[in-house]
């Protein structure tokens, strides 16, 4: 498991899945803990900090993720990307990108189907139709991984919590 990437910067932290470990940069959730938004939905309100955390970590990557599908549908170039050079691949990446962060900045000048029903509706995720679900990953959830924690970054996290 590769966790290189690039432009992290000092104080800020990728929020990933359960099968990440805690390393500087990287916020994972607590293992054996509730997660996932529908079993908030169907149990009981968060109890303790452990619970918290993860209902507040949950949140925030259920937004994302449903960011990006609803990014991805919006431009079905980034869904189903031609094999462009590297370089035109991430002025793509980023011309959609401005697109949509420019689109949701003045979403009051005109109105947008997708961004409106993710806004009225927090379940919402836009269907990938039939044709491009193969461009899709397979299996693309929680996986688990070998390598330990940081134990500088379990303190911060026990803090954070």
């Not at 509730?34 to 209902?55: A, D, I, K, L, S």
């Not at 697109?99 to 009225?120: A, M, P, T, V, W």
């Not at 509706?121 to 924690?149: C, E, Q």
Request: proline share 8%; net charge positive.
């Amino acid at each position: 498991m590769n966790l290189c990437y690039p432009f992290l910067y000092l104080g800020k932290y990728y929020v990933v899945d359960v099968g990440y470990p805690n390393r500087p940069g990287y916020l994972s959730p607590y293992k054996g803990e509730r997660y996932h938004v529908p079993e908030w939905r169907r149990g009981p309100t968060p109890r303790g900090e452990q619970e918290f955390f993860n209902h507040l970590h949950s949140s925030i990557r259920n937004v994302v993720e449903r960011s990006f599908v609803v990014w991805k549908m919006k431009w079905r170039i980034v869904l189903k990307m031609p094999s462009y050079p590297m370089n035109k691949q991430k002025m793509i990446v980023a011309a959609t990108m401005f697109l949509y962060d420019f689109i949701r900045e003045n979403h009051g000048q005109f109105e947008d189907k997708d961004f409106s029903k993710c806004d009225r509706n927090p379940d919402y995720v836009p269907t990938i139709p039939k044709r491009y679900r193969k461009y899709t990953p397979k299996n693309a959830g929680d996986t688990s991984t070998s390598l330990a924690n940081d134990q500088t970054m379990d303190k911060f996290h026990d803090e954070l919590a």
